[in-house]
């Protein structure tokens, strides 16, 4: 056996940039000679007889993200801020973001908050043509004593981890993460809205970096965290939504991404999401198989408030079981306060749309809502499946109702106008 000629390859790229400027990008092939082949040997991955191989010594530690290694460069240039009732969703970011980068060899860099713009990127980065990214989408919110509060922030990055290792992208310490990004939050504290129903959205994102046009593994990474200061997702406020059932463009599978946070799938939606309001419809519910179960409503997870065949009161959201629904923080709330409550029964199952529709034949279907961070509780009135529609009383969006009653609940806890363990003080 003989060890193939050019060893150990290696393509090391450096982006030289400064400020304003489009940056140069240079590269280089660094080949193992003769000389010191063996002595690196015990180093590195290196090819035998056409098959990659590690060598048999163990690979030292590499770092974690460490809050205490933080750096903070503050901008020299404030961005100008958009009066609150001005605000949108994702439009306006804020003066700086986090910033933390990873490589096979060394773990995770020192982390750090510079003023937010442009990130320069090798033009082989996995991200652009793998789309090896993953995201989270958390909340923070001034309560009426100025105090910052986050929102079940640990659950995020539990999730932000489970996301990035179903994408062999690298784990992180969540609570040292998490430590850096309330930081981030006191450097533009005067950016988040202190109107009630508006907030900080907080966008951590981690991809590939690696400069490699073959699909590896990850061997070189970066997170951002990124702000906007945010009003309602939906501006009609708390007004039902009108949904179109898809069957054809299908957001998850099994054994797919549906319950991470992926890119990919929020982007291939789009088209559905096109030909929903074309229909008059605000955003699509998703289905999938000959059974058509439901999946999720948008970007929202779907729950269902009912009366089953037994006569029993309920309120069903599909199950995270088979790997197609992402397991959102406000669904999970939902879920904990609904069986805290105990005005009926929570059930999380496979659900066949065939079985909303028996429902609403049956005429015992009473309210009918979408969760996530950005919409928080959304009421649908509507539901147009093949040449059916389907609605929801009335009764639904008035006051007293349990959607309402969960709005005004979990509003309360994230603005601290609730005592709650869920709510953090930064």
Same mark, same amino acid.
């Given at each position: ?62 770092? +974690?993200?460490?809050?205490?290694? !933080? ?103 969540? $609570? ?7 930081? !981030? ?45 945010? $009003? ?13 059932? +898809? ?74 079981? +088979? ?12 879920? +904990? !306060? ?71 609940? !979990? ?16």
């Amino acid at each position: 056996s003989r060890i193939q000629s050019c060893t150990c390859i290696k393509s090391s790229f450096s982006l030289e940039r400064s400020h304003g400027s489009t940056g140069r990008i240079s590269s280089g092939c660094a080949v193992a000679q003769k000389g010191t082949e063996h002595q690196h040997l015990s180093q590195r991955t290196f090819r035998f007889q056409g098959k990659a191989h590690m060598s048999s010594s163990t690979p030292p530690p590499t770092a +974690d993200i460490e809050f205490a290694k !933080l750096k903070v460069q503050r901008t020299a240039r404030p961005l100008p801020k958009c009066p609150d009732d001005q605000l949108g969703f994702g439009k306006v970011i804020t003066d700086h973001m986090l910033k933390v980068q990873w490589t096979a060899a060394q773990g995770w860099g020192a982390p750090e908050i510079c003023p937010a713009g442009p990130v320069g990127l090798h033009p082989f980065a996995h991200v652009f043509h793998y789309a090896i990214e993953c995201y989270e989408g958390m909340k923070a919110y001034v309560d009426k004593d100025g105090q910052t509060r986050m929102f079940r922030p640990e659950m995020n990055m539990k999730r932000f981890n489970d996301s990035s290792s179903r994408l062999c992208l690298p784990n992180f310490n969540g $609570g040292e993460l998490l430590e850096c990004i309330k930081e !981030l939050l006191r450097v533009d504290r005067e950016w988040i809205p202190t109107k009630r129903g508006y907030s900080m959205y907080l966008r951590p994102v981690i991809f590939s970096t690696t400069p490699w046009l073959g699909l590896t593994q990850c061997s070189e990474a970066m997170i951002l965290v990124l702000m906007s200061p945010v $009003g309602p997702y939906f501006k009609s406020g708390f007004v039902p939504i009108k949904l179109s059932v +898809d069957a054809k463009y299908i957001r998850a599978w099994p054994g797919g991404t549906g319950n991470i946070k992926y890119g990919g799938n929020y982007g291939s939606t789009v088209i559905s999401q096109k030909n929903a309001a074309k229909g008059g419809a605000s955003q699509s519910l998703y289905v999938y198989d000959v059974d058509e179960f439901v999946t999720e409503a948008g970007t929202m997870n779907i729950f269902f408030l009912w009366t089953n065949t037994e006569g029993v009161k309920e309120l069903v959201t599909p199950t995270l079981a +088979d790997g197609t629904i992402l397991p959102g923080v406000t669904r999970q709330s939902v879920i +904990d !306060l609904a069986i805290e409550w105990g005005e009926c029964t929570v059930a999380e199952k496979m659900l066949p749309f065939a079985e909303v529709a028996a429902a609403f034949e049956r005429g015992e279907v009473w309210e009918i809502f979408g969760t996530g961070t950005a919409a928080v509780v959304q009421p649908v009135g509507t539901i147009m499946y093949r040449d059916k529609i389907f609605s929801v009383p009335e009764a639904a969006f008035q006051p007293g109702s349990f959607q309402l009653r969960l709005t005004n609940e !979990l509003y309360g806890i994230q603005y601290g106008e609730i005592p709650h363990p869920w709510s953090i003080v930064l």
